[in-house]
């Protein structure tokens, strides 16, 4: 699935466990969406360069942040 962060803030997300999740750029600076927990990191990313993580494999709810902006916070649910 894919999915866009755009105005600093990450979408509602709930995913297959271990799926391939490709995220896109909507805005002027780059983000990244990385587990608070260290699970998974999806790289930078910007607005020409999207990037491809895979999911958690066990089903609950991980908090995520982004790298570049410590204060973007969401949470991507698993199931
Ligand atoms: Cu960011």
Redesign the pocket.
Known sequence: MTFSVKG?TFPALTVAPGAQVTVIDGDD?P??VTAVDGSFDSGTFDAAHRATFTAPTEPGSYAIT?Q??PS?HGTIVVR
Do not use: I, S
Request: hydrophobic share 25%; charged share 10%.
């Open positions: 600093y600076e983000h990244t982004c570049v902006h973007m």
